[in-house]
Nanobody
Framework: QVQLVESGGGLVQPGGSLKLSCAAS????????MGWYRQAPGKQRELVAT???????TYVDSVKGRFTISRDNAKNTVYLQMNSLKPEDTAVYYC????????WGKGTLVNVSS
C-alpha cells in the first residue's frame, strides 16, 4: 500500500519559514519523480516544485529564490524548505510521487498570517 504522509505545516507570520516533509512508503522511492503542489481556497491546485530521480529541480516562478525542494532517498523523504513566506503562499500543500502513475498525500495546511 502506497502512502505519502506530509508534515510540517502550520501558522507562520509573513517573512517566516517552514520546512515541509513528505515520507513515502510502499514505493521504490528513488524510482519516482517527486513534487509539491498547493491549493489555496477557491483556487485550482498548482505545481510548486519538482525534483527528478536524478535531483534536477524546477520551481514555479512565484517561489523561485524562496523555496527549495530536496530529497533523501535513504529516508524515502522529500522536503520543501519555504523561506520569506507571504500571505499568498497560504494553501494546503500536497506531496506527489510520479513514475507514470501518480500518488498523492492528503496534504498539510500552511497558513501565512500576522
Amino acid at each position: 500500500q502506497v502512502q505519502l504522509v506530509e508534515s510540517g505545516g502550520g501558522l507562520v507570520q509573513p517573512g517566516g519559514s517552514l520546512k515541509l516533509s513528505c515520507a513515502a512508503s510502499g514505493i521504490i522511492f528513488s524510482f519516482y519523480h517527486m513534487g509539491w503542489y498547493r491549493q489555496a481556497p477557491g483556487k485550482q491546485r498548482e505545481l510548486v516544485a519538482t525534483i527528478s530521480r536524478s535531483g534536477t529541480t524546477t520551481y514555479v516562478d512565484s517561489v523561485k529564490g524562496r523555496f527549495t525542494i530536496s530529497r533523501d532517498n535513504a529516508k524515502n523523504t522529500v522536503y520543501l524548505q519555504m523561506n520569506s513566506l507571504k500571505p499568498e503562499d497560504t494553501a494546503v500543500y500536497y506531496c506527489n510521487a510520479n513514475n507514470g502513475i501518480n500518488f498523492w498525500g492528503k496534504g498539510t495546511l500552511v497558513n501565512v498570517s500576522s
